[in-house]
């Protein structure tokens, strides 16, 4: 027993302990396996933050970019939508596009008046933050609109959860020829909690369709 205990305790003879150089040498292996799955981890963010598709949908819309990790869906009552899939919301921030053809007697004013109004009547506890006059889009002048209201994404889906502040632009202007006229409406919207973060790839979207600002 006591020779048993002595050769346990004992470093075995075909297995020395490392030796200074050696511990250094394992030590900064380890290190540069942690650097290199960190610098992977990140351009993988990077690239899926960054890379973008691009929606050709013709007409008077001009293409429009959005992040390739997210994904094209229909919806009702819009011509073309993609969303965030990876969202930690259960109101996805998403990206929607709204084409209809105006009358001889419509112009901008009327358009964002009545367009307003619709969405007052159409989402839950709308609230209009700011209207902002002082924008083109690809040179023709467009109207901004700021805006909240109340969702219930959960409930849609049957699923449990609370109902969600949105906070969204919708940038609209009137395209097409003076035969076939056509207002556009270019929709970005997040959970209200998570604009700060999310607002950088909206504007990204909305720059991409050529909207700028110009003296007031």
Do not use: C
Request: charged share 15%; aromatic share 6%; glycine share 6%.
């Amino acid at each position: 027993m006591p020779e048993i205990l002595s050769f346990l305790h004992n470093a075995s003879p075909t297995n020395p302990p490392p030796t200074a150089a050696e511990e250094r040498r394992n030590l900064i292996l380890v290190l540069l396996v942690a650097l290199l799955a960190l610098s992977g981890g990140l351009g993988l963010k990077w690239y899926t933050q960054n890379t973008m598709h691009t929606a050709r949908l013709g007409g008077v819309i001009p293409d429009l970019e959005y992040p390739a990790s997210w994904v094209s869906i229909p919806a009702e009552e819009v011509l073309w939508q993609a969303i965030n899939p990876n969202s930690a919301s259960t109101f996805k921030t998403r990206v929607q596009v709204s084409v209809r053809t105006i009358q001889a007697d419509e112009n901008l004013d009327t358009l964002s008046v009545s367009w307003l109004l619709q969405r007052n009547s159409t989402l839950e506890k709308f609230r209009n933050l700011a209207t902002i006059s002082n924008v083109q889009v690809a040179g023709s002048p467009a109207v901004l609109i700021t805006y909240a209201y109340v969702a219930d994404p959960a409930l849609d889906l049957g699923l449990p959860g609370l109902p969600v502040v949105v906070q969204a632009h919708d940038l609209l202007w009137v395209g097409g020829t003076l035969e076939q006229r056509q207002m556009v409406v270019v929709t970005v919207a997040a959970d209200a909690e998570r604009w700060d973060d999310e607002e950088p790839v909206l504007q990204r979207i909305l720059t991409s369709i050529g909207m700028q600002q110009v003296e007031p």
